[in-house]
């Protein structure tokens, strides 16, 4: 950034100064995000206690100690990998909604999509469930804030179908039924079966499910369906 000193000289970063700092930037993000990668894909081979930083590294190709210029432990480094790939899945999914305004269609389409982007991520879905138990608090309340993050877009939701039919007020009623439309999606991402359950519940048709079966016994709702 320049200013203008005494006389009207410019002080600050030099333009070739300024670039070599924003590709340092630049650089440090995509060493980061490499790792990112890799912690992932690693991880979702075996389970927390299989996943090594040694592995970890020779899948970026860096060595083992650029891991903590960026993390501090195996575990941030985990954990910040559920995070990344999650934002970016919702971020997904938000951009796969513009267009749709009919509240029901916004619902249907957005669980659809979930249910299959972490279809295909089962294997981190299920390890990062699993090793919930043993995260120290400071990591235990990050997992934790991403289920909630899932739960307040389901319930976006929910609200707008409510708003739709004029039920805006039975905050409540909503509250319990994303948290039940959670619940249901989490199972069916991480059932034993659930290999098999997919083949015969594809994403769409627990989707149409969750929508003509899960949504109907809320009497506020059939009108709607």
Same mark, same amino acid.
């Given at each position: ?15 070739? =100064?300024?670039?070599?700092? *924003? ?8 060493? !980061?995000? #490499?790792? =990112? ?14 996943? !090594? ?6 899948? *970026?190709?860096? @060595? ?43 619902? #249907? ?31 235990? /309340? ?6 909630? /993050? ?7 939701? =929910?609200?707008?179908? @409510?708003?739709?039919?004029? !039920? ?5 009623? =909503?509250?319990?039924? *994303? ?18 359950? #997919? ?5 769409? !048709?627990?989707? #149409? ?17």
């Amino acid at each position: 950034m320049y200013h203008l000193g005494e006389g009207g000289v410019a002080h600050g970063d030099s333009p070739p =100064l300024a670039a070599s700092r *924003a590709d340092s930037i630049s650089e440090a993000q995509g060493t !980061k995000e #490499r790792l =990112l990668h890799a912690a992932a894909e690693i991880f979702s081979r075996g389970d927390y206690h299989s996943t !090594k930083l040694e592995d970890i590294a020779e899948r *970026a190709k860096l @060595a083992k100690g650029t891991i903590y210029l960026y993390f501090k432990d195996k575990t941030d480094l985990i954990v910040s990998a559920v995070e990344f790939f999650d934002a970016k899945f919702q971020e997904q999914i938000e951009l796969s909604l513009v267009g749709l305004t009919s509240p029901m269609m916004r619902f #249907r389409v957005a669980v659809q999509l979930w249910l299959g982007i972490y279809s295909e991520y089962r294997s981190c879905v299920v390890g990062a469930n699993h090793m919930m138990a043993m995260l120290p608090d400071e990591y235990k /309340s990050r997992m934790i804030a991403l289920r909630d /993050s899932h739960r307040e877009f389901v319930l976006e939701l =929910l609200n707008a179908i @409510a708003e739709r039919v004029g !039920k805006g007020s039975l905050k409540r009623s =909503l509250d319990l039924l *994303a948290e039940v439309i959670l619940d249901a999606m989490m199972g069916y991402i991480s059932r034993p079966d659930s290999e098999d359950f #997919r083949k015969e519940y594809p994403p769409e !048709k627990y989707a #149409r499910f969750l929508v003509d079966v899960v949504l109907p016994h809320h009497e506020w709702l059939k009108e709607t369906i």
